[in-house]
T-cell receptor, first 110, second 117 residues
Framework: GENVEQHPSTLSVQEGDSAVIKCTYS??????FPWYKQELGKRPQLIID?????GEKKDQRIAVTLNKTAKHFSLHITETQPEDSAVYFC?????????FGTGTRLKVLA | DTAVSQTPKYLVTQMGNDKSIKCEQN?????MYWYKQDSKKFLKIMFS???????INETVPNRFSPKSPDKAHLNLHINSLELGDSAVYFC????????????????FGPGTRLTVL
């Protein structure tokens, strides 16, 4: 069945360092790849997304890259801050269905 | 100006009971979803509705019955609750459509924490 693998499951970085989270998807029909941030006890919120016809997208300290051939996509956070600490989810899908990755718990150490 | 709302926020009940969770969105979206997030934080899609019609049912036990009276509401009724049903249930909505775009962004409700004793 369709699945999305996400690594690492936990990631600790020093404040100011970069963090990279990687995902691999199985369904070649997937054409939309969002990333969500979920703080403790709160709802997931979209932080960045990328469509299948784009290889890279950047929004301030956050960037996402997509390699459709390899079915890989990655989230890059630069100059991490303590408020970046949260669980991050990748997802792959299309119109009515999204498969989420298993989540990465990011801790930014001050 | 809440976008996606759910009630109740917390639900504690005994095994075997029947309970409902309500979801409403005021974004004018066509598509609504139910997700289950277990204790390990896995977010798993349960149902997807478009314009009140069921699109996706991810092999969810038939004790779970979603109902969409109109495209702004998607309620979840659960019969004969089991211990394994304990989780946080999130409702979400998106514009839908076949062209991948920001319209596909899903907006999540605040979640309903269900505890089955």
């Amino acid at each position: 069945g369709e699945n999305v693998e996400q690594h690492p499951s936990t990631l600790s970085v020093q404040e100011g360092d970069s963090a990279v989270i990687k995902c691999t998807y199985s369904d070649s029909a997937s054409n939309y790849f969002p990333w969500y941030k979920q703080e403790l006890g709160k709802r997931p919120q979209l932080i960045i997304d990328i469509r299948s016809n784009v290889g890279e997208k950047k929004d301030q300290r956050i960037a996402v890259t997509l390699n459709k051939t390899a079915k890989h996509f990655s989230l890059h956070i630069t100059e991490t801050q303590p408020e970046d600490s949260a669980v991050y989810f990748c997802a792959a899908g299309g119109t009515y269905k999204y498969i989420f990755g298993t989540g990465t718990r990011l801790k930014v150490l001050a | 100006d809440t976008a996606v709302s759910q009630t109740p926020k917390y639900l504690v009940t005994q095994m075997g009971n029947d309970k409902s969770i309500k979801c409403e969105q005021n974004l004018g979206h066509d598509t609504m979803y139910w997700y289950k997030q277990d204790s390990k934080k896995f977010l798993k899609i349960m149902f997807s509705y478009n314009n009140k019609e069921l699109i996706i049912n991810e092999t969810v036990p038939n004790r779970f019955s979603p109902k969409s009276p109109d495209k702004a509401h998607l309620n979840l009724h659960i019969n004969s609750l089991e211990l394994g049903d304990s989780a946080v249930y999130f409702c979400a909505s998106s514009q839908g459509g076949t062209v991948p775009s920001s319209y596909n962004e899903q907006f999540f409700g605040p979640g309903t924490r269900l505890t089955v004793l």
